[in-house]
């Protein structure tokens, strides 16, 4: 008798915690403002990520297609893995000095695990974190991106 | 029709040898357990490691000083600002740098924030192994904030390389103590939901209470540390007996539990969570004023000598040991990794269970794979 008594009271007690737990979730259920997923591939216009969010190394331009970047390679030199390549060039300024300006700024996002450090070490600002994060693409040598463009100079501070 | 009657006391089952993973669901990664199954019941546990092994202490002798917390990001992924402070500290204290009063607490808020999320996600992957997917949506809603936090100050996610050598890598975003605080009263109110959805029921309670057992004697002496070795009585919160940062500053408790079952360890880890909300609590609303960064050399040099430093993250105690030989690399780096040494007492632990109990006993170890693998 004490064996039945002790049965049915064990799936009584069970049913109540049954309950409680159903009670959490139903709550949820009539009260659907509270559910706060995001809907990810529809609300691409609305989503914006964080300022400080590192998406990729990015090097600004502004309109004149002049950037910052002075070739010193001390972002190659911090890079943990060896995503950046800096490829410079001499040339002869107007008034006759030789001049080493950056040829190509090869970043590999393949490699790169986005620790910030190139970014931090930067002394003139020239590269920044961007803000993009999908960076799926179909061919992997697409991962390897000169980041100033063709026919960029750096900014001179007269100019500024 | 003839009816054949068996005698179970006369049939003789034989022992046999069953592979759980590398690729299986409740193993969390790419762990494999080599399994001696008599029927449903397990004789042993041999667990195979090194199938996602990255070398990650090797690659740290090629890099400089600033670049190694970064890799650390990748051993236990889920207490990545620990693994950072870890390598932090230890670079700090062989230089004998004092850092400011704000990083120390900035580090320490951060901390408790990614040991919460490490339990929230902990939470919900451990009733998705026992059956409930339920929990899983719960734990990573309120995860979800703590990223956005996380996101906010630190720029990254789960990866964040937020401590540096010498300081934090930025100031604390103007909007995170407003966050941080919402975040604390969100919580707070939610907690609750957790105990009701699992604590309470008598389904997860049938299967975690007297299971896997470990013993107090037994967690000392395989090392088992963390929730996990405090869920035995093994008093072992390097927060508390050796404090660092800001621990020394702040009262909390150490939770510790006698039992050293599987719901003794479930326990342990959702106490820690509101533990963790009054470190922080109490932290919030007295950041002191000052630089989030030592000026640091552009090459750091460690002095010739043996460093080790220990943080605890929230599988339990991470040791951090470097040998410099004065240059600007380290002759040898090595992690002493919490999961690990956790992983050592299953075999102890598992013996007699059924084999849906060993993954309810996994799941409380809280084994990252990256962690233990490195």
């Not at chain 1, 009271?9 to 915690?17: P, V």
């Not at chain 1, 190139?118 to 003139?124: D, G, L, M, S």
């Not at chain 2, 690729?23 to 969390?28: D, G």
Request: charged residues 25%; proline residues 4%.
């Amino acid at each position: 008798m004490k064996e039945i008594i002790r049965y049915l009271n064990d799936i009584i007690k069970g049913l109540c915690t049954l309950v409680k737990g159903m009670a959490v979730t139903g709550h949820y259920f009539f009260h659907p403002k509270l559910i706060t997923t995001q809907q990810y591939p529809e609300n691409r216009a609305t989503l914006k990520m964080q300022e400080r969010f590192r998406g990729e190394v990015i090097m600004p331009h502004d309109a004149n297609n002049r950037h910052k970047c002075t070739g010193c390679g001390i972002c190659e030199m911090n890079c943990p893995n060896g995503s950046i390549e800096i490829i410079t060039r001499m040339i002869e300024t107007p008034e006759g000095k030789k001049k080493k300006v950056i040829d190509k700024h090869i970043y590999h996002l393949g490699m790169c695990t986005l620790c910030n450090l190139c970014v931090k070490a930067c002394p003139t600002g020239a590269i920044v974190m961007g803000q993009k994060f999908e960076h799926a693409v179909w061919d992997r040598s697409q991962l390897t991106k000169v980041l100033n463009q063709p026919g960029s100079e750096i900014m001179t501070d007269e100019k500024e | 029709m003839t009816t054949t009657t068996l005698d179970f006391d006369t049939i003789k089952t034989q022992e046999y040898l069953v592979n759980m993973g590398p690729q299986h669901p409740s193993t969390h990664g790419v762990l494999r357990l080599v399994l001696k199954l008599e029927g449903e019941i397990v004789h042993n546990v041999d667990p195979v490691v090194g199938y996602i092994h990255s070398g990650i202490e090797k690659m740290c002798e090629s890099l400089a000083y600033h670049q190694i917390p970064h890799l650390t990001d990748r051993m236990d992924y889920l207490s990545a600002h620990m693994n950072n402070e870890a390598v932090a500290l230890c670079v700090e204290n062989a230089l004998q740098i004092e850092v400011p009063d704000r990083v120390k607490v900035i580090r320490t808020i951060m901390a408790e924030l990614q040991r919460l999320a490490s339990h929230q996600l902990w939470w919900c992957v451990m009733g998705m192994d026992m059956g409930a997917l339920t929990t899983f949506f719960y734990g990573l809603r309120d995860r979800e904030l703590i990223l956005d936090i996380f996101e906010e100050t630190c720029g990254a996610r789960l990866t964040l390389n937020y401590s540096t050598p010498g300081g934090v890598m930025f100031d604390i975003h103007p909007n995170f103590q407003k966050r941080v605080k919402d975040f604390i009263k969100y919580f707070r109110a939610k907690l609750p939901e957790y105990n009701q959805l699992l604590s309470g029921n008598v389904i997860f309670r049938e299967r975690t209470i007297g299971i896997g057992h470990l013993s107090q004697k037994d967690a000392i002496a395989w090392g088992v540390t963390g929730p996990s070795g405090r869920a035995s009585g093994f008093a072992c919160d390097v927060r508390k007996h050796h404090p660092y940062s800001a621990y020394d500053r702040v009262n909390f408790n150490e939770i510790l539990r006698t039992e050293g079952d599987t719901y003794a360890r479930y326990q342990a880890r959702v106490d820690e969570m509101s533990e963790s909300l009054d470190i922080i609590g109490q932290l919030i609303d007295n950041i002191p004023e000052g630089d989030h960064q030592v000026k640091m050399k552009g090459i750091i040099k460690l002095p010739e000598g043996e460093f080790y430093q220990r943080v605890e993250t929230a599988r339990g105690e991470l040791g951090v040991f470097i040998v410099s030989d004065g240059k600007k690399n380290p002759y040898r780096v090595k992690f002493r990794s919490p999961g690990f040494s956790n992983l050592a007492a299953l075999n102890h632990m598992s013996k007699g269970v059924k084999i849906a109990d060993l993954v309810a006993i996994m799941s409380t170890l809280d084994l990252v794979i990256p962690d233990i693998d490195r």
